[in-house]
C-alpha cells in the first residue's frame, strides 16, 4: 500500500480427605474409557486464550480406536464410550464476501467458519505478520524490553529509496543509525513499513533468502498448509496463503503481549521517520485492537481485525480475515467488521460441569463401592458457538495408571477431561480421584 492511499484508510472512522482405593488388582484388568460433559475453554495468558495446537488427538485417533474396543470383566461395571456434544443452537451464518475470501476463529478454540472456494491469493503486508512472529521466535521479547539493537547499513538506505520512489509503504533510515529490535517491529506493524521488513530479515538470518526458508519453515511447523512466502515484507505477488491460513497465524500471534501492545497503537513518533500513522482503517471501531492491513494492485484489499469479546465475564479474542477486496482497505474493514458481529453473537457460555460434579464411574466387584472420577471445585464454562460439533474423552496419557491407581488419595488428580473439536484437542481440565457408594449420575451441559 502506497503512503498516500495508507493516509486516506486510516482516516476513515474507524479446589478431600485421605482414602485409599480397594483392589487393585482389578484396574489391571481394565481400561478407562469415557468422557463426560462439554467444553471448557483453554486459560486466558494475560487475559489471552491460548490457541491449542500441539498434542492434539484428533477424533477418531488410534487412542480412541484403542478404549473403544477394550473389554471389561463381567459384573466389573462399565464406563461410557466417548461422548458426542453439539452445543446447543444454530450454527452461525454468515455473509462471504463475494469477491476474495474471508475467515473468522476465536482464539483458544478454533476456526468457526471460512468462506467456499478458498485457494491461495496473494496476501501483501499480511506477510508482515509471519515476519514478525519467526523475529519473536528467534528474539523474544517480554513486555518492556527493547531487545538488541541494530544498526542501519548503506544498503538499508539504498532499499528505502527504491521503495519509497516506487510509492511503496516505507519508514526512512539513515546510515549509521541504531533501532531496538521493538522500535523495528513497531515500523513493521504499524506503518508496514516494507524495508524495515528486510532490515530485520537480513539482521536474524544473514539474508532475506534465508530468512524466508525460516518463515516457510515457520508456516509448516504451525499447520499453514496452503501458505507460501517469497519474500519477508509482501510485495511479492508470490507470497501466498488463503484467509483461514490467514485467521489461524493471527491468533497464534495475538497471543504474544508484545504484539498486541504494538499493533493497537495509531500514532508512533520515530527517530527520523518522525511520525508515523497505523494503516489499519479498522483500528479503534467497536473494539478492535489490529492485527494488520495490506494492499498491493496484486492483492487488493487484505485486512485482519481482531477484538476482545465477554462471554460470561471471560474475555475472548476473535480474529477475521478478508483477502482479495475491491475498494482498497476501507471496504475490507466493513466486511470484516460484520464478520466480527456475527461471531459475537454465535458466541455463547456453555457450561461443561458444575463444581465437584462426577463426571465417570468404574463399579468395584462385590459392592466395594464406586471408583469415581469428578471434575474440579469450580464450575467449568466454555465459550463456544452454537452448533459446534464436540467429542469428550478422558485421557489415557495423562498421568492415569490403573496399576498404580489404588495408591492414590481420593482427592488426587489422575485424569483428564479433553474435548476434542474436528481440528483437534480445544479444551482440557483436571479430574479427580474419589470413592462412593451410590452410582453418580452425569450431568448435562447447559448453555447459560
Known sequence: MNGSQRQRAWRQPANVP??????????????????ACALTLVALAVGVPIWAT?????????????????????????????????????????????VGEAAVAVRGVGPVGRSPRQRP????????????LVVLHDHPLVPGESGPR??????????WEAEAVAGDSTVKVVAGETLSEYQLLEALLVPSGDNIADVLATWDAGSVRRFVEKMNTMAEAIGLASTHYADASGLNAASTSTAAD???????????????????????????????WNANPALGTDGIIGVKSGWTLAANGCLVAAAFRTVRHHGVLVVSVVLGQPGGLWNAAVVDEDLLNVTTSALVAYRVARAGAKVATLALPKDAGDVVLVAPRQPSFAAAWRGLKLTERISEDSGLSLSALATERVGSVVAEMRV?????????????????????????????
Do not use: C
Open 420 to 448: 476434542v473439536a474436528p481440528w483437534g484437542v480445544i479444551a482440557r481440565f483436571p479430574l479427580r480421584l474419589d470413592l462412593v457408594r451410590e452410582t453418580p449420575s452425569r450431568p448435562t451441559g447447559s448453555v447459560e
Open 54 to 98: 500441539g498434542g492434539n488427538h484428533p477424533v477418531g485417533s488410534d487412542q480412541a480406536a484403542r478404549a473403544r474396543g477394550a473389554t471389561r470383566p463381567a459384573g466389573a461395571g462399565a464406563i461410557d464410550a466417548d461422548k458426542r456434544a453439539v452445543v446447543p443452537g444454530p450454527k452461525p451464518v454468515f455473509s462471504w464476501p463475494k
Open 246 to 276: 490467514q485467521a489461524r497465524l493471527a491468533a497464534d500471534l495475538m497471543g504474544n503481549t508484545v504484539i498486541r501492545a504494538i499493533v493497537r497503537i495509531r500514532h508512533l513518533a520515530f527517530p527520523v521517520a518522525k511520525s508515523l
Open 121 to 132: 491469493v496473494p496476501i501483501a503486508s499480511l506477510t508482515k505478520m509471519m515476519t514478525a
Open 150 to 159: 541494530v544498526r542501519v547499513i548503506p544498503a538499508d538506505v539504498a532499499t
Open 18 to 35: 485421605a482414602r485409599r482405593v480397594v483392589s487393585p488388582a482389578v484396574y489391571r484388568r481394565r481400561r478407562i474409557v469415557t468422557a
